[in-house]
């Protein structure tokens, strides 16, 4: 929160996944623009999570190539974590 990611370290980060699975459902942002219904596109999406870095979903953890987003013990524990 300090140093929030910019739009194309989120790019980076987030590379070829769907950019919807690290929109953080429980944030007032997300409810209020009806995002579940309406998601925004890539590029508003990366602007608005770097603009507001509560709006992406918490975990992100990487090991090997792999990602989990958000907190999925099945995921997790498939990690070897």
Do not use: Q
């Not at 690290?22 to 579940?36: C, D, I, S």
């Not at 992406?56 to 974590?81: Q, S």
């Amino acid at each position: 929160m300090k140093s929030p990611l910019s739009v194309e370290e989120l790019d980076a980060l987030i590379g070829e996944r769907d950019h919807r699975a690290f929109l953080n459902p429980k944030n007032e942002l997300y409810r209020e623009r009806g995002m579940k219904e309406h998601p925004p596109k890539r590029g508003e999406a990366l602007k608005l999570m770097a603009e507001n870095p509560n709006l992406i979903r918490r975990l992100i953890i990487m090991r090997g190539g792999r990602m989990v987003v958000g907190f999925d013990e099945a995921a997790l524990a498939k990690l070897g974590g």
